[in-house]
């Protein structure tokens, strides 16, 4: 048995018993997977809705995304038909009211018949039936107080696992950046026994900013989640009830200076922060191909050298890298600069990575539909 062989079972041995360990690149695999850029993909926006939107579920017919508009007032999901891309229906909804379903900060899909909708800042999860326009309303006791913090932030959606639901909290904080209670990253609440669960806990890596707690998250399977957050080279897994530390060695990550935060702090200097720093913009995992796609966020300078103008949070450049899941190695990467992608508005397919294309520094964007691109990994064995 090789030397690299060797390895990797030692790794994979450390992971079971959860001992914290370190992902070393492994240059042979380096870049084996070839992307290949093969389709545009445009869907035609209504007059109220805006090309930045926050979640996307794509069904065998449809694309489901979540409504967002200049004032962020429309309480809605859109529905567009995968293969003309025009709108096919808007359902909205009241916010108050006996049949509020809050102000819906993310959702999910379970089919085309039944929608989950994550009412954050009222602590309240619906289910919407299609067939019969039918609601059915959970009110979330102490979801909205339980350690000062709202619930569901909008970095990922709720998800649903044998009856229970898994929604995301971001903690408050005062104008320093500081945390105002609270280490829960997420909760789980049992729609059987109507108790609220802390399910994921935020990390003693993670620094306790709103910067840094930006976090994505995505299940491997059912008992196997994965989170990251923006400041870490690192991905968190929690296997069962136990959280485990992934050291990913991303090629040429500096991390970021944390004090620098910590005196004067201001919304200026959190964005300078941000520009000038490597970030964990998203995480996505492919269940169709097996691989975890990671969007690493490249280090820029605060103005424009060109024209000397401020740059605002969406002018960096981005350098995707594909993960084996089994090793968290890396298999490949390519380049998506700021000027031509929005890579966090991406989804995943069965016929591959969309990324979109709907960005203010791309002058060829179109403000009346959503864009993508679709990457496609042509020498994939899936």
Same mark, same amino acid.
């Given at each position: 048995?090789?030397?690299?062989?060797?390895?990797?079972?030692?790794?994979?041995?450390?992971? &079971?018993?959860?001992?914290?360990?370190?992902?070393?690149?492994?240059?042979?695999?380096?870049?084996?997977?070839?992307?290949?850029?093969?389709?545009?993909?445009?869907?035609?926006?209504?007059?109220?809705?805006?090309?930045?939107?926050?979640? *996307?579920?794509?069904?065998?017919?449809?694309?489901?995304?979540?409504?967002?508009?200049?004032?962020?007032?429309?309480?809605?999901?859109?529905?567009?038909?995968?293969?003309?891309?025009?709108?096919?229906?808007?359902?909205?909804?009241?916010?108050?009211?006996?049949?509020?379903?809050?102000?819906?900060?993310?959702?999910?899909?379970?089919?085309?018949?039944?929608?989950?909708?994550?009412?954050?800042?009222?602590?309240?999860?619906?289910?919407?039936?299609?067939?019969?326009?039918?609601?059915?309303?959970?009110?979330?006791?102490?979801?909205?107080?339980?350690?000062?913090?709202?619930?569901?932030?909008?970095?990922?959606?709720?998800?649903?696992?044998?009856?229970?639901?898994?929604?995301?909290?971001?903690?408050? *904080?005062?104008?320093?950046?500081? &945390?105002?209670?609270?280490?829960?990253?997420?909760?789980?609440?049992?729609?059987?026994?109507?108790?609220?669960?802390? &399910?994921?806990?935020?990390?003693?890596?993670?620094?306790?900013?709103?910067?840094?707690?930006?976090?994505?998250?995505?299940?491997?399977?059912?008992?196997?989640?994965?989170?990251?957050?923006?400041?870490?080279?690192?991905?968190?897994?929690?296997?069962?009830?136990?959280?485990?530390?992934?050291?990913?060695?991303?090629?040429?990550?500096?991390?970021?200076?944390?004090?620098?935060?910590?005196?004067? *702090?201001?919304?200026?200097?959190?964005?300078?922060?941000?520009?000038?720093? *490597?970030?964990?913009?998203?995480?996505?995992?492919?269940?169709?191909?097996?691989?975890?796609?990671?969007?690493?966020?490249?280090?820029?300078?605060?103005?424009?050298?060109?024209?000397?103008?401020?740059?605002?949070?969406?002018?960096?450049?981005?350098?995707?890298?594909?993960?084996?899941?089994?090793?968290?190695?890396?298999?490949?990467?390519?380049?998506?600069?700021?000027?031509?992608?929005?890579?966090?508005?991406?989804?995943?397919?069965?016929?591959?990575?969309?990324?979109?294309?709907?960005?203010?520094?791309?002058?060829?964007?179109?403000?009346?539909?959503?864009?993508?691109?679709?990457?496609?990994?042509?020498?994939?064995?899936?």
């Amino acid at each position: 048995m090789s030397v690299s062989c060797i390895a990797k079972l030692i790794l994979l041995f450390l992971l &079971s018993v959860g001992i914290y360990h370190s992902c070393e690149i492994d240059d042979t695999k380096k870049n084996i997977l070839q992307f290949e850029m093969t389709k545009r993909k445009a869907f035609l926006l209504d007059s109220l809705s805006s090309f930045r939107t926050n979640t *996307y579920h794509k069904t065998n017919d449809n694309l489901y995304t979540d409504v967002r508009d200049a004032n962020n007032i429309q309480n809605s999901i859109n529905i567009y038909s995968w293969n003309t891309g025009k709108l096919r229906n808007k359902l909205t909804f009241p916010e108050t009211g006996e049949n509020g379903v809050g102000n819906i900060s993310n959702f999910n899909v379970i089919n085309d018949s039944l929608l989950v909708l994550l009412g954050g800042y009222h602590g309240k999860v619906s289910f919407y039936n299609m067939k019969n326009s039918s609601l059915t309303i959970h009110n979330i006791p102490g979801a909205m107080k339980n350690n000062g913090t709202p619930m569901g932030r909008t970095s990922f959606p709720v998800k649903f696992i044998n009856n229970s639901l898994y929604f995301e909290v971001g903690p408050y *904080y005062n104008l320093k950046g500081e &945390s105002l209670g609270g280490l829960i990253a997420e909760y789980r609440y049992d729609l059987l026994s109507k108790e609220l669960i802390p &399910s994921f806990i935020i990390p003693d890596e993670v620094k306790m900013t709103e910067y840094h707690v930006a976090k994505s998250r995505f299940f491997l399977n059912d008992d196997t989640e994965v989170m990251s957050f923006k400041c870490c080279n690192s991905l968190f897994l929690k296997v069962k009830d136990t959280q485990k530390t992934v050291n990913l060695n991303i090629p040429d990550w500096i991390d970021p200076k944390f004090e620098e935060l910590k005196t004067g *702090y201001s919304t200026e200097k959190a964005n300078t922060f941000y520009l000038e720093n *490597y970030s964990l913009e998203q995480t996505l995992y492919d269940e169709f191909r097996e691989y975890i796609y990671l969007f690493v966020g490249i280090p820029t300078s605060v103005r424009d050298p060109k024209t000397g103008r401020w740059r605002n949070f969406d002018e960096k450049d981005v350098v995707l890298y594909v993960l084996e899941p089994k090793d968290f190695s890396i298999l490949s990467s390519i380049n998506l600069p700021a000027s031509e992608f929005y890579p966090r508005n991406s989804f995943v397919t069965k016929e591959g990575l969309f990324v979109s294309k709907s960005t203010f520094l791309n002058k060829k964007v179109r403000e009346d539909y959503m864009e993508f691109m679709l990457l496609e990994i042509k020498n994939s064995p899936f």
